[in-house]
């Protein structure tokens, strides 16, 4: 890979990663075997599952046909 990176799990293993915060031991977890991130928890459902609150700053931009709800708001 480039040098100006680190890259971790190149083999393709089936090897999840968690990175514990002080008091939140799934601060940042990745399931490698379901390619799937978790910030908060170590079980995402999805490609990158939140559980707490979520911040941006800019636009925030969704490739989709679908409507999505947002505190009773759609984007």
Do not use: C, M, Q
Request: aromatic share 6%; glycine share 14%.
């Amino acid at each position: 890979g480039d040098t100006r990176e680190i890259t971790f799990n190149e083999g393709h293993a089936d090897i999840d990663v968690r990175i514990e915060g002080d008091t939140d031991a799934n601060l940042f977890f990745t399931d490698a075997g379901n390619e799937k991130v978790g910030i908060g928890t170590n079980s995402p459902g999805e490609k990158l599952e939140v559980v707490g609150n979520i911040s941006a700053s800019g636009t925030i931009t969704a490739l989709s046909s679908n409507i999505v709800t947002i505190d009773g708001g759609s984007f």
